[in-house]
């Protein structure tokens, strides 16, 4: 049978397609998990399977599935975690040498990026991501830029194009962290970006069971790089993490619709409650990134930031009086989660003390919205 090209089909089918194993008479239709150490070999090595510190064919289906989902001319890169992929991209900034940031990110990206500073003597520029000109002015001399869109956990959404176009021109390389998004939502790679970076833990995996991440590029060069850290550092993934993440990609496409669909309808809702102080998700024409996110994404995502009235002792009673909702960190899951970001002391200062960031997940909007409209009143009555 004839390998089957992904370009002409849809991300729905995409999802549900690649990473499978050949069709032949008899064969399973799901990849097998393969849970062996080493493979037989002897004789000078070449291409073949030794060990699985290197590569496995777990994880090669996930790979190729997550590769066609963004458009990538290269096999994905699996890592042990989110954060093993930062470690991994921003490896490439030199000793003395210069990243950009944006000042709203995952925080333990920034976290990752002052120990740089600390330990390496980087200069680490923040930025506001969704200010073109004042990212494009910090990319001057840089050697890395990362960059986050939307932005965890205020929701400021980039000019990637722009901005990536900026960084071609002064050689500085780009990487992406599209977890919020989601290849469904936005595909950097096809804008020229250097380096694409997934927690797969989030929504690609999507149900809170796995902690993972994941590294995408089309230059072979960087690939190379990227894929020789990973073995050197040891941040490989477990087969059985891996099956469980390919698994849960099969759903992505249905996940993520129903979960922005909701998001939508109750950040809607929730810009007209008396309870609510500001609401941000850029669904909403009066969200800062509205009109950059309809115009550069292909939807607006399922991550609400809201500020109920009476601050942080608001925000914290509002958690504690949900009984639907799920008081957690992390995001992307079926289930819907939320936390007050502040509690963690890691948190950017400039995060507002009072802002939940809720994860919006599949179930059904009426109960979620009653469950969240009762706690509101409640904590503000």
Do not use: C
Not at 37 to 65: C, I, K, N
Not at 123 to 150: H, K
């Amino acid at each position: 049978m004839p390998e089957m090209s992904f370009e002409s089909l849809a991300p729905a089918t995409i999802a549900v397609t690649a990473g499978r194993p050949p069709r032949v008479q008899g064969g399973p239709v799901n990849a097998p998990i393969v849970l062996s150490s080493t493979y037989v070999s002897q004789g000078a090595p070449g291409e073949e399977l030794l060990y699985t510190r290197s590569g496995t064919e777990t994880w090669q289906d996930f790979e190729a599935a997550l590769a066609a989902l963004e458009g990538a001319a290269r096999p994905a890169i699996v890592m042990g975690s989110g954060m093993a992929a930062v470690a991994a991209a921003l490896a490439a900034v030199p000793h003395g040498g210069v990243l950009v940031v944006p000042r709203h990110a995952y925080q333990v990206s920034l976290g990752f990026a002052d120990d740089l500073a600390a330990n390496r003597a980087v200069e680490v520029r923040r930025v506001d991501i969704a200010d073109t000109d004042q990212v494009v002015a910090a990319l001057d001399g840089a050697d890395v830029a990362l960059l986050e869109s939307p932005t965890n956990p205020m929701l400021e959404v980039a000019d990637l194009p722009a901005l990536i176009a900026a960084a071609k021109e002064r050689g500085v390389r780009t990487v992406v962290d599209n977890t919020f998004a989601t290849p469904l939502v936005q595909r950097p790679l096809e804008l020229g970006a250097d380096v694409v970076l997934h927690s797969v833990t989030k929504y690609l995996a999507g149900h809170s069971d796995v902690v993972m991440g994941a590294l995408l590029t089309n230059d072979p060069a960087i690939e190379a790089e990227l894929r020789g850290y990973r073995t050197l550092h040891g941040a490989i993934a477990g087969p059985m993490e891996v099956w469980l993440a390919l698994r849960g990609l099969r759903t992505l496409h249905l996940r993520v619709e129903r979960a922005q669909a909701n998001a939508a309808e109750l950040a809607r809702r929730l810009a007209d409650h008396p309870a609510v102080a500001e609401v941000r998700h850029p669904s909403l024409p009066s969200d800062p990134g509205h009109d950059r996110a309809t115009r550069l994404m292909g939807g607006y995502g399922a991550i609400i930031g809201l500020r109920p009235v009476g601050g942080a002792a608001a925000a914290d009673a509002v958690v504690a009086a949900l009984r639907l909702w799920v008081p957690a960190t992390s995001l992307g899951g079926v289930e819907s989660t939320l936390e007050r970001r502040r509690r963690f002391a890691t948190e950017s200062v400039t995060v507002p003390e009072d802002l939940l960031r809720m994860s919006v997940g599949v179930e059904d909007v009426e109960d979620l919205w009653a469950d969240l409209d009762r706690a509101l009143r409640a904590a503000t009555a």
